[in-house]
């Protein structure tokens, strides 16, 4: 029998499994460890650089998720081809992903949730 939060634990176990992958690369230029950081509630997932890149400090988040009010908000995505395809691919509908790093009045040209 599903329960209510079955997309929502879906939603956190593939948020995870995606952002692992991505915290798994080598990093290719310095001493640099890519963390995945999930909050205790597991509502929010970081993924985040940090260490050295020759004499430069190297510290910043990579990907800012959160589930909220049944949907996946994306924050911010600095991976290349951004995250939304693959949680697409793993089942996420489309309607309830919102781009939170586009103004409001664009996310509904985007083809995802507004909000």
């Known amino acids: 029998m599903a329960t209510a939060n079955q997309p929502v634990d879906q939603w956190r176990e593939t948020l995870e499994k995606i952002l692992q992958y991505y915290a798994n690369l080598p990093y290719t230029y310095g ?5 995945l950081v ?5 509502n929010h997932f970081m993924l ?22 049944d949907k996946i908000w994306i924050h ?20 309830c992903i919102v781009l939170a790093f586009h103004p409001p009045e664009v996310r509904e040209y985007t083809g995802y949730a507004r909000a």
Not at 31 to 35: F, L, M
Not at 38 to 42: A, K, L, N, P, Q
């Open 76 to 95: 911010y995505d600095g991976i290349e081809d951004g995250i939304t395809d693959e949680l697409v691919a793993a089942g996420v509908p489309k309607d």
């Open 48 to 69: 985040i650089h940090e260490g050295w890149e020759n004499h430069l400090r190297v510290h910043g988040t990579v990907v800012h998720a959160e589930i909220r009010n």
């Open 31 to 35: 001493d640099v460890i890519t963390y």
């Open 38 to 42: 999930v909050s205790r509630d597991r």
